[in-house]
């Protein structure tokens, strides 16, 4: 079974900080990792996304850090707002093949 | 939402009922997707579609069917609903499958099987 696990499941701080979600897969096929925010009552969306052949992208406040060798990507949100206050999911797939799996989801809440 | 819409929003039904949702774009994108949502599981495939009349299965397909008759409609039908089919379903298109491609999710719909 091809897995994305994420952590931590939920993530409290305070406006200013930097929250980071951890993701970790396992096959090593997976070329194309994209994070998706969700709000209550909506439908996930794509944030931000990153390939294997760079180790960091960034938009705006959000940037991701990718390691190949230990097979794990994060999420740093800088200068966290609360309206950053969603569900991030992390989530990966194999070129050609259409399907996205996802990580457990992390509920973030950011403190005014 | 990418013009993408589900129907219904909200449904309740009892055990045992057939259950219809209806997801529908105007994006004309080839590609579909059925999700369900559920606390600690994330997102998981259910079924998806390449193409009209060309689907196939997810990672938790039992108990579930679809069919695409068009391009804009692809429906997701629990024959006969368990209460374990509680959750929020996402809709999802794309308009290419290769490296890189976005998916879109519709709004959700939110089943509650008593």
């Known amino acids: 079974q091809q897995q994305v696990k994420q952590s931590p499941q939920s993530l409290i701080v305070q406006k200013g900080g930097i929250p980071i979600i951890n993701c970790a897969y396992e096959n090593t096929a997976f070329d194309y990792f994209p994070w998706y925010q969700q709000f209550p009552g909506k439908g996930p969306a794509l944030l931000i996304a990153i390939r294997p052949d760079v180790s960091e992208k960034k938009e705006g406040r959000f940037t991701i850090s990718f390691n190949k060798s230990a097979k794990q990507f994060s999420l740093h949100i800088m200068d966290s707002q609360p309206g950053d206050s969603a569900t991030y999911f992390c989530?990966?797939?194999?070129?050609?093949?259409?399907?996205?799996?996802f990580g457990q989801g992390t509920e973030l809440s950011v403190k005014p | 939402d990418a013009g993408i819409t589900q129907s219904p929003r909200h449904k309740v039904t009892e055990t045992g009922t057939p259950v219809t949702l209806r997801c529908h774009q105007t994006?004309?994108?080839?590609?579909m997707y059925w999700y369900r949502q559920d606390p600690g599981h994330g997102l998981r495939l259910i079924h998806y579609s390449y193409g009209v009349k060309d689907t196939d299965k997810g990672e938790v397909s039992d108990g579930y069917s679809v069919s695409r008759s068009k391009t804009e409609d692809f429906l997701l039908t629990l024959e006969s609903a368990t209460s374990s089919q509680t959750s929020v379903y996402f809709c999802a298109i794309s308009d290419r499958r290769g490296q890189g491609e976005t998916q879109y999710f519709g709004p959700g719909t939110r089943l509650l099987v008593l």
């Open positions: 994006e004309n994108h080839r590609y």
């Open positions: 989530a990966a797939s194999r070129s050609g093949r259409g399907k996205l799996i």
